[in-house]
């Protein structure tokens, strides 16, 4: 609890300039996902860690994040609710797609926070992993546990795992 209270002061601090400092490096690996997973406007989308939002994602779009001011940008383009993905306050597959670009590794509880975006999505699900993470070994081995992984891409700073439920 005490690093997720240090990362959200962190983003909290740094909400006004954030856009500045992380916009296009976000935006590259967006392009990537958005070319590997046709979202619908029918689909109701997840962005958990969702920042400022600059997904650009067909259908639906709710975002969540612990970083209160960062929503308020976010709140201009999408529905926004301020929390952690280790309690994501939504029905078992709620989501056709649940997307978390450069976030998991900043979860409090990695695993439940994976299992969450589990449950509550659907069929498709993204996840950006920072490659200097100090957790990106752990994350390499969670995330094909937990699912099904279609492919992996690697961009200059993340690797982007694209997977689907793992039907048990």
């Not at 709140?75 to 029905?91: D, T």
């Not at 546990?145 to 700073?157: A, L, N, S």
Request: proline share 3%; net charge neutral; aromatic share 12%.
């Amino acid at each position: 609890m005490i690093l997720l209270n240090i990362i959200m002061t962190y983003y909290d601090e740094i909400s006004a300039g954030y856009e500045e400092l992380h916009k296009e490096e976000q935006m590259k690996k967006i392009e990537i996902i958005k070319s590997k997973v046709q979202f619908h406007k029918n689909w109701a989308v997840l962005d958990v860690g969702c920042g400022p939002y600059f997904g650009d994602f067909e259908g639906f779009v709710v975002g969540i994040d612990p970083a209160f001011k960062l929503l308020k940008y976010a709140k201009k383009k999408i529905s926004v609710l301020n929390g952690k993905a280790e309690w994501l306050p939504f029905k078992d597959n709620s989501f056709m797609a649940v997307v978390s670009i450069t976030a998991v590794q900043n979860f409090d509880d990695i695993e439940k926070g994976l299992l969450e975006i589990k449950r509550v999505a659907k069929e498709y699900i993204v996840i950006s992993v920072l490659k200097e993470s100090p957790k990106v070994t752990e994350l390499e081995k969670i995330i094909p546990e937990m699912f099904k992984i279609e492919r992996i891409v690697e961009d200059e700073k993340d690797i982007i795992f694209f997977c689907r439920k793992k039907i048990m």
